[in-house]
């Protein structure tokens, strides 16, 4: 018998997913029927996007596991009727592609590449950026992404720290945790890059106080999450000199709508939640292999822990 895997995100993801998740559950030697409708009480395996019209999980029944297309879950991982294992998007493209976006806007900010390029005072010789290893850098969030992106700013050479919930010990990485450890770090954070996830705990946790610690000028960079940052704080701290610049690429309200203060502040860097998109071949590999899993009575990977939220 097949195992029924219902694709709830939205429709116009199918046409990219039919036929690259089809053969990547096929390739993992589970027979398996995707489909967009299938009876609720029929459904093995649900792969999902937080955007998706489904959101009562009582009548799955049957269903095994949640299969989450985005590494964030802040908009399903509180649902009161998934009680089945959810599981979130870890896939080395999306940790390839998240590497390469903050690294290239890391050192955007430490060449001041924007400075030269304009240079309206036609100034040549100007002082230059000080080389990597004198650039303190840290990362917010040493998971996946957090802890990819800190070893390959580590490999360009700059001078790089880390801070997570949990101690970590990262090979050349200076590792901070806790409330004590957010202090520490933020007092190093020339460069700070936000790769947290959206809980009750990070919320707002980038505010007056938090921006108040980092050294005067530096610059925020936030792939992680809208609500991280205290908007009304980072355009205080911004307009104060005390951030130079930030760059934003997830926010509270996606589309950010056209009359909100950061479109036309000078400081900061608009991306529209481009970081790092899902890839359907490579994400197909990860759903693949936990429908694997699961049909092996194997335990699945990237489950999320719901009572931490992520
Ligand atoms: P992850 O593997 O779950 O890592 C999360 C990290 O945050 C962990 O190091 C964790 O600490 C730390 N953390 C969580 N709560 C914390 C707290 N209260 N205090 C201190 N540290 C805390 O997640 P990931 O795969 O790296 O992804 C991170 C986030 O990136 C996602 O949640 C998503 O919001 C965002 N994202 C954005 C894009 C984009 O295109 N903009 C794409 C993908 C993902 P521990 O290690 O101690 O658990």
């Not at 990362?139 to 801070?163: Q, Y």
């Amino acid at each position: 018998m097949p195992v029924n895997v219902l694709f709830a995100a939205t429709d116009a993801l199918w046409p990219d997913y039919e036929t690259v998740l089809q053969d990547a559950v096929q390739a993992a030697g589970v027979e398996a029927n995707l489909s967009r409708d299938i009876a609720p009480q029929d459904v093995d395996y649900i792969v999902y996007a937080p955007d998706s019209a489904l959101r009562d999980f009582t009548p799955y029944t049957r269903a095994k596991a949640v299969l989450n297309l985005w590494a964030g879950v802040e908009k399903i991982a509180g649902n009161p009727t998934l009680t089945i294992p959810l599981c979130r998007m870890v896939d080395p493209a999306m940790t390839q592609g998240m590497v390469e976006w903050v690294t290239g806007h890391t050192l955007r900010h430490h060449l001041g590449i924007d400075a030269h390029i304009r240079n309206p005072e036609n100034l040549w010789h100007p002082l230059g950026p000080p080389v990597a290893w004198d650039r303190r850098v840290t990362l917010f969030g040493l998971g996946e992404l957090g802890r990819a992106c800190a070893t390959a700013l580590k490999g360009l050479g700059f001078d790089v720290a880390g801070w997570s919930r949990t101690a970590k010990s990262i090979d050349g990485i200076t590792t901070y945790s806790g409330s004590d450890g957010f202090a520490l770090a933020l007092a190093r954070s020339e460069i700070a890059i936000t790769l947290l996830p959206d809980t009750a705990a990070t919320t707002n946790l980038f505010d007056a106080a938090a921006f108040a610690q980092m050294p005067k000028g530096a610059v925020l960079i936030n792939p992680g999450r809208g609500p991280l940052i205290d908007d009304p704080a980072l355009l205080a701290a911004l307009d104060a000199g005390q951030l130079s610049h930030a760059t934003l690429d997830v926010f509270r309200v996606e589309p950010v709508p056209q009359d909100h203060p950061f479109w036309p502040h000078p400081n900061i860097t608009i991306t529209p939640h481009i970081a790092s998109e899902t890839r359907p071949y490579y994400a197909s590999q990860t759903v693949a292999e936990n429908i694997r899993r699961g049909e092996a009575g194997l335990p699945f990977l990237h489950v999320v822990d719901r009572s931490l939220g992520y």
